[in-house]
């Protein structure tokens, strides 16, 4: 029983590394990667809009191809010959492309924060299983430290549960409030 409290708590160090990681990828992406200038991009691309340049628009956009929004420009404007209803099915499209890009990968972090919450949860059992067998069939002598080993796993696994959901948790809010923020066009 004491071995499936060790192996719980393992797994929670692994969940934790596992959301550490992919945190830090999607950091990365979303605040780097993805990132442009908007209001100078914009600016840029009314300018030559203005000046009857959608080729040029359209090249600049490209020029900017990692660019959430550059990528969504760039599908308007290919149709900017077209009725309003080509524009839309355009803005449509490259909606439809950028949005998974943008959450890829992020929901696994609510799932690693809900398992390693469970995971505690399991430890904690375990624990609590070891302290009310140690209360049952022990030698009297024995009791105290069994039951305060049973106590100890129960309180550790929990609390290593806890603090790598809690993080992981806030992490998710976080990059899913920034995605966010890239699909305001």
Not at 112 to 137: K, P, R
Not at 140 to 169: C, D, R
């Amino acid at each position: 029983m004491e071995l499936l409290g060790q192996a719980t708590v393992y797994g929670i160090i692994l969940m934790g590394a596992a959301g550490a990681a992919l945190i830090l990828e999607r950091m990365k992406v979303l605040f780097f990667d993805y990132s442009i200038k908007t209001q100078q991009f914009m600016s840029q691309i009314r300018s030559l809009i203005m000046s009857d340049q959608i080729e040029e628009a359209i090249t600049f956009c490209a020029a900017n191809k990692k660019s959430p929004l550059a990528h969504v420009v760039k599908g308007v404007l290919e149709r900017a010959d077209r009725d309003d209803d080509g524009i839309n099915q355009g803005l449509d499209i490259a909606l439809s492309e950028i949005i998974p890009m943008l959450g890829k990968r992020l929901g696994y972090l609510a799932m690693i924060a809900n398992v390693a919450t469970l995971m505690g949860l399991l430890g904690t059992i375990t624990g609590l299983m070891l302290s009310f067998e140690a209360v049952s069939g022990a030698d009297p002598a024995e009791k105290q430290k069994l039951l305060a080993l049973g106590i100890s796993t129960a309180m550790n696994t929990t609390a290593y549960g806890l603090t790598v959901a809690i993080p992981v948790l806030i992490g998710y809010a976080f990059l899913h409030s920034r995605q966010n923020h890239l699909l305001e066009l």
